[in-house]
């Protein structure tokens, strides 16, 4: 804010390139965050079944190579990660996107600043200290501005894990209220397993791969 209002003090009619700016600026950094929440949701969606793989394969190792299943599983965890990579890949795209964009602005807001300062300069009505101050000041107005989408874009990013911990616990709470999950009280009394009414069979599935 510092340096729009040097600049603006500097040269009042700048402000006839910061409105149009502004609402360009608006615009896109409307448009990517939403874009990059969506695309980081994508990516936690994901990763949830790369993990439950990785785990399920270390887990089960000595059964797979027995059942020599070892290919099979070689190829789904591939897949599952190709697919993680891919969201992975398009959120750096939508970063690079913004990046470029940014600079656009920031390359009009310097190019609008030195070219007001040279016509005024031209009409000596601009000392050329306030020139270069104001010049000065134009370059940094485009790193705030980076850093003030980035920082905004990272919060929303991260509340994408609070809201699928919030799906997680409305799961939970929704078996709870239908008697799944809830034990009876003062459970377990004592350490004794028993079972009543359980059949046990043996079933072969042959498996070809």
């Known amino acids: ?8 003090y500097g ?7 910061y409105i149009p700016l502004a609402f360009i600026y608006y615009t896109v950094q409307l448009y990517y965050r939403h874009t990059s929440r969506d695309l980081k949701r994508l990516h936690a969606l994901s990763l949830s079944p790369l993990y439950a793989h990785f785990t399920e394969t270390l887990k089960g190792l000595p059964v797979i190579r027995a059942m020599r299943a070892v290919h099979r599983f070689s190829v789904r965890g591939d897949s599952l990660l190709e697919v993680s990579q891919r969201a992975q890949f398009d959120i750096q795209a939508a970063s690079q996107w913004l ?3 940014l600079q656009l602005i920031g390359i009009a ?8 300062a040279l016509i005024q300069h031209h009409f000596l009505t601009i000392e050329p200290g306030m020139v270069g101050l104001v010049i000065s000041y134009a370059l940094t107005i485009s790193g705030y501005l980076n850093n003030v989408v980035g920082s905004l874009t990272e919060t ?6 609070v809201e699928r911990v919030h799906q997680y616990l409305e799961g939970a709470e929704g078996e ?3 008697g799944v999950g809830a034990p009876p009280y003062a459970w377990p009394s004592h350490g004794a397993i028993r079972f009543q009414g359980v059949f046990l069979r043996y079933q072969y599935v042959p498996f070809f791969g």
Not at 1 to 8: A, I, L, P
Not at 11 to 17: A, D
């Open 109 to 116: 807001m310097l190019s609008g600043v030195s070219l007001l």
């Open 99 to 101: 990046n470029i964009r």
């Open 1 to 8: 804010s510092g340096s729009v209002f040097v600049t603006v």
């Open 156 to 161: 929303e990013r991260e509340l994408v894990s």
């Open 176 to 178: 709870k209220r239908e």
């Open 11 to 17: 040269l009042p009619w700048i402000l006839l390139l």
